[in-house]
């Protein structure tokens, strides 16, 4: 809003040139449209707008999200056999930031997220056959975080390796990433992460048979269930 204010607002004359370089939080379409106002009034002499190399979300198909200001990162890249590298590309209105941010390093909880949307995205462009008879499942087994060091709402970069896969039958995978955030050339969270990928009709089955074993167990103890 403040940008928006000076470029369209009195402000703008009150600079000579600005650089705006885009960081973490702002609606990418958003910006763009603000860009487009800047060409449209010939105001390059006031206002350049400096965007990333990889400003281009990630898609909603590979990331498992429903809406465009919850994904959380840019569409991943095979950078050597499988390693894999994708930017954080968060959104002040996403699920995970919308409703309590406090200090001004970017959360824990937040960077899970991106990490776990990674795994989701990367498995589904690279790791999964295309030609599955079945919709496949994913399933998070574990994730382990290692904290070292505050990031900020700037540039983050983020390098995913592939460490183990294991195949089992019907196309199914198991497999165990290293993901890595970098600023600043520093590593500042490592995160190891077991997903599984399974048919979608075994999971269902077995979801629902889980769900009405934990019902029956529940009112076997003398809860009641509405």
Do not use: W
Not at 7 to 35: M, N, P, R, S, W
Not at 78 to 100: G, Q
Not at 149 to 160: C, N, Y
């Amino acid at each position: 809003s403040q940008l928006e204010e000076m470029v369209k607002g009195d402000l703008k004359t009150a600079f000579e040139k600005c650089h705006i370089y885009v960081g973490q939080g702002v609606c990418e379409i958003h910006i763009k449209k603000i860009h487009d106002y800047v060409k449209k009034m010939k105001l390059h002499n006031k206002f350049k707008i400096i965007f990333p190399d990889f400003y281009q979300k990630s898609s909603k198909c590979l990331t498992h999200k429903h809406r465009n200001e919850n994904i959380m990162i840019s569409e991943p890249i095979e950078i050597a056999e499988f390693i894999y590298k994708c930017n954080l590309m968060l959104n002040d209105n996403c699920a995970e930031m919308s409703d309590h941010v406090t200090g001004h390093h970017i959360q824990g909880m937040v960077v899970i997220e991106a990490a776990r949307q990674m795994v989701l995205a990367v498995t589904e462009k690279y790791l999964i056959e295309k030609n599955r008879k079945v919709k496949p499942n994913f399933l998070t087994n574990s994730i382990c975080a290692e904290f070292k060091r505050f990031i900020f709402p700037l540039q983050v970069e983020v390098i995913g390796k592939v460490t183990k896969i294991k195949k089992s039958v019907g196309n199914n995978l198991m497999c165990n990433f290293s993901i890595s955030f970098f600023q600043n050339a520093q590593e500042c969270i490592r995160l190891e992460c077991q997903s599984s990928v399974l048919d979608s009709d075994y999971i269902e089955e077995k979801e629902a048979f889980l769900a009405a074993q934990c019902i029956e167990s529940h009112l076997s103890e003398g809860q009641r269930v509405i």
